[in-house]
């Protein structure tokens, strides 16, 4: 897969404090739902490039993990201009990173990202914690923003299944058909040569012309 070969570009960005799992999360996503065209990280961002084919047509998913460590949050939403969906993650087992995520939830709002999940991450290590955070408060803070809530043990493809069938879904669902620029606007979906170039897109395009001549 070239780099500027796609139908579609998304970008999706994964948020929450340092410690949390965003890493793990990152790789299992990538590791089990696409393949990785580009990897790269930095003091700031680890991001990764993935293509993915979903019924014949190719999706090119820039994923960026904004790293928890980052010294001038202020500035962090910068990062999340343009996103597809934003996927805000906390440790269960540790309050204070549930305290902290939403601080990153408001702060992103600037964003108007459209499309937001909440997961509780690390699960598997509630029962020995002490400070772990109950499902109820989690799908409380869910729903205050907006958000459906997914709790997550990032070690294995089934328990982030649910989190990316979701976000991937809800994206491609707000593509219309045949989808124009304008009509994107605000969505973080950006068209690909795959699709401009295409015959039956460009015909797709003639035919909505063609009502208002």
């Not at 980052?70 to 969906?85: D, E, H, I, Q, V």
Request: hydrophobic share 35%; net charge neutral.
């Amino acid at each position: 897969m070239e780099i500027d070969d796609y139908h579609f570009k998304l970008k999706i960005v994964i948020i929450g404090d340092k410690g949390v799992g965003k890493t793990t999360f990152l790789d299992a996503i990538t590791s089990n739902f696409g393949k990785i065209v580009e990897s790269e990280q930095s003091n700031e961002l680890n991001t990764r490039v993935v293509g993915y084919l979903d019924d014949n047509t190719l999706f090119q998913i820039h994923y960026w993990e904004i790293l928890g460590s980052l010294k001038s949050s202020g500035y962090f939403y910068r990062y999340c201009l343009g996103a597809s969906a934003a996927i805000y993650m906390f440790d269960a087992s540790k309050r204070s990173s549930f305290e902290k995520v939403e601080k990153w939830i408001t702060e992103n709002e600037k964003c108007d990202v459209p499309v937001k999940v909440l997961v509780g991450n690390k699960i598997d290590l509630m029962n020995n914690s002490k400070t772990s955070i109950s499902k109820s408060e989690a799908i409380s803070l869910a729903r205050k923003y907006g958000m459906e809530y997914f709790e997550a043990c990032a070690l294995g493809e089934t328990s982030v299944a649910p989190v990316y069938d979701y976000v991937f879904s809800t994206i491609v669902n707000s593509i219309p058909n045949p989808p124009t620029p304008s009509q994107l606007m605000g969505k973080g979906i950006i068209l690909g040569k795959r699709l401009i170039n295409s015959t039956k897109y460009q015909l797709a395009l003639c035919d909505i012309a063609s009502l208002y001549e």
